[in-house]
C-alpha cells in the first residue's frame, strides 16, 4: 500500500474538474489523479531535469494501474469574484470570473492512497523526492506539501473508485480524470495527424500524459489522450463542516503609528496645528460611529460627560514626530494610556488624510502599527525591545502649565521643579537631572523653541524651553509634558 500525503499551507485547493469551465463554480474535489500525476510530470522536468525517462516513467506507469482511495479531510467550498481585462482596447471591458475552491485545514492533509501499489525503496525515494519538489497543485493559489508516508497509516477512506464502493447512506457520485493505464493505452496509442505523405507516429504513454491545452486545441479533440474518466464516490456530507465557536482573547491597543504621505508635510514648527486637526477629524469620526455627538470619546475629547476636563490623563495623546530628523513631520503616534474600545479603534482606522491651510495638499495617514504603548514606543524610534531609555531630549518646546513670578525663585530653578512635576504628573519618575537645551538641533536645521506654535487655537502663547532629562529608571518614550502635552507639546525623545 502507498500513500501520499497533500497539505495546502494555504487552506485552499484551487482547481477545476476536467471538461467543467471555471464559471460554474464547481471545485474539483478530491484532487484529480491524472492532475497528480502531470504535477509530478512538471517536478521531474523542471528540478530533476538530469533523471532520465527510464526511471520516472516506470514509478508514474506504476501510479497510474490502478485508481487510488481518498480520504478527505473536513472542507467547504467558496468562491473569489474578479472582473478581468479581455485585452480589449476599451479598458472597462471586462470579463466576470468565479474562482471555486475547496478549503480545508491547512494541518489535516488530504491521503491519497493506492491500495495495489507497492514500491520498492528506491523508487519511493523517488517518487517522495518529486513530491517535495511540487510547489502547488491546480491553480497557483493552491499552494501545496506533499510527502509519501513512509508507515503504513490507519486511514478513514470516504472516496473510492464506484467499482470498489461498498453501499453506504448519502453518497454522492463524481467523475475524477484519472490516467490510462500504460498497458491499456498500449493497445490503442494515438497517432497525431501528420503532413501528407508521412507517417503517423504514435505517441508514447509518457508523451501523452504531459500533453498541454495548446496539444488538444491543435488536436481538436475533446480530450487528452491519456485521460479517462473514473466514477468515485464520496460522502454526501464532505462539505458539510460544524462550525466550531471559539473565544479568543482580545489583545489591547493602546493605539496606532501611523505613516504621513504628502507632497508637502508640515514643519516640526506646526505639531500643535496639526495635533489639533487630528484631534478633530477623530472625534468627527467617532461621532459619525456612534451616531451621536453627545457620545463622542472622552479618550478623544478629553472631557467627561459633565463637559469637564478628565482627570490622571487618560485621554489620548496625540504627537505628531519627525523620525526621519529632516525637519518635517513625518509619522503621527496616538497612544493612550487605557486600550481603546472598539469604535475607538475604528475611528482611528478611518483617520485616512488631514486637510492643511493656504491650500496645500492634504496628509495621507496610513496605519503601519497597532498595539500597546511600549511596542508603540519601541517602532517610533526604532528601539529594541532591550533598549534601556533612560535619558531623552527635547523635540517640541516644553511650556509649563504654571506661570513664573518673583518670589519662586530663580528662573532656572523653578523651570527645572516644573519639569520634575510634570513627569510626576504625567506617571514616570522625577529626572535626577534637568539640563537646558538653547534650541533643536540636528533637525535639517536648528530651531529657536520660539519659532514653534506654543499654544492652541485661541490661548495665548507662553515661552517653551528645551531640556535634556535623565531619569534614574528606564521610561517608555516618546514622553509630553506641560501644558498641550496631549497634542505634541513637551515631546522629549531617546537620545541617539
Known amino acids: 500500500m502507498l500513500t501520499v500525503a497533500l497539505s495546502f499551507a494555504a487552506g485552499r485547493f484551487h482547481a477545476t474538474p476536467w471538461g467543467r469551465n471555471v464559471n460554474e463554480g464547481v471545485p474539483e474535489w478530491p484532487p484529480s ?26 514509478l508514474l506507469g506504476t501510479l497510474a494501474e490502478t485508481p487510488p482511495c481518498f480520504s478527505l479531510p473536513p472542507a467547504t467550498v467558496s468562491h473569489t469574484r474578479s472582473f478581468l481585462s479581455t485585452n480589449a482596447r476599451d479598458i472597462t471591458d471586462r470579463r466576470l470570473v468565479f474562482d471555486a475552491f475547496v478549503a480545508v485545514s491547512p494541518d489535516t492533509p488530504v491521503l491519497v492512497t493506492w491500495r495495489k501499489v507497492t514500491l520498492d525503496r528506491q523508487k519511493e525515494a523517488d517518487l517522495n523526492e518529486l513530491a517535495s519538489c511540487l510547489n502547488y497543485l491546480g491553480r497557483s493559489e493552491s499552494w501545496v506539501h506533499a510527502r509519501v508516508l513512509s508507515e503504513s497509516t490507519a486511514a478513514s477512506w470516504n472516496c473510492w473508485p464506484a467499482e470498489d464502493a461498498s453501499p453506504a447512506e448519502r453518497t454522492e457520485t463524481v467523475r475524477l480524470a484519472c490516467p490510462i493505464a500504460a498497458d491499456a493505452y498500449a493497445v490503442q496509442p494515438y497517432a497525431a495527424p501528420s503532413r501528407k505523405g508521412a507517417d503517423r507516429k504514435p505517441l508514447s504513454w509518457l508523451d501523452a500524459l504531459a500533453w498541454s491545452t495548446a496539444d488538444l486545441l491543435n488536436s481538436r479533440r475533446s480530450d487528452p489522450p491519456a485521460l479517462c474518466y473514473v466514477p468515485y464516490v464520496r460522502s454526501a456530507k464532505c462539505f458539510d463542516v460544524s462550525v466550531s465557536r471559539r473565544t479568543h482573547r482580545r489583545k489591547d491597543v493602546h493605539g496606532a503609528l501611523c505613516a504621513l504621505q504628502s507632497s508637502v508635510l508640515p514643519p516640526v514648527t506646526a505639531t500643535v496645528e496639526l495635533a489639533e486637526r487630528v484631534r478633530r477629524k477623530l472625534m468627527g469620526i467617532h461621532a459619525r460611529i456612534v451616531g451621536d455627538l453627545a457620545r463622542v470619546s472622552p479618550r478623544f475629547s478629553g472631557k467627561d460627560v459633565d463637559g469637564k476636563p478628565l482627570k490622571g490623563h487618560r485621554h489620548v495623546y496625540i504627537l505628531p514626530v519627525d523620525r526621519n530628523r529632516d525637519g518635517r513631520i513625518d509619522h503621527l ?14 475611528a482611528l482606522d478611518r483617520l485616512d488624510a488631514v486637510w492643511q491651510s493656504k491650500g496645500k495638499p492634504d496628509i495621507q495617514v496610513v496605519p503601519i502599527l497597532w498595539g500597546t504603548r511600549a511596542a508603540l514606543f519601541q517602532e517610533t524610534f526604532a528601539l529594541s525591545r532591550n533598549a534601556i531609555v533612560t535619558e531623552v531630549i527635547s523635540a517640541t518646546p516644553f511650556v509649563p502649565p504654571r506661570h513664573y513670578r518673583k518670589g519662586r525663585g530663580p528662573l532656572a530653578d523653578w523651570l527645572a521643579d516644573e519639569v520634575r512635576r510634570e513627569a510626576v504628573n504625567h506617571g514616570f519618575p522625577s529626572p535626577v537631572q534637568v539640563v537646558p537645551i538653547p534650541r533643536l538641533v540636528n533637525y535639517g536645521r536648528d530651531r529657536r523653541w520660539i519659532e514653534f506654535r506654543r499654544s492652541r487655537k485661541g490661548q495665548t502663547a507662553q515661552l517653551g524651553y528645551g531640556f535634556k532629562l535623565v531619569f534614574p529608571e528606564p521610561i517608555g518614550a516618546p514622553i509630553a509634558l506641560g501644558h498641550s502635552a496631549h497634542f505634541g507639546l513637551g515631546q522629549f525623545r531617546p537620545m541617539s
Request: glycine content about 0%.
Open 333 to 346: 503616534l496616538v497612544a493612550c494610556k487605557e486600550p481603546l474600545e472598539h469604535e475607538e479603534q475604528l
Open 33 to 58: 489523479p491524472y492532475r497528480l500525476l502531470r504535477a509530478l510530470y512538471d517536478a521531474w522536468k523542471r528540478k530533476r531535469p538530469e533523471w532520465p525517462a527510464d526511471r520516472v516513467e516506470p
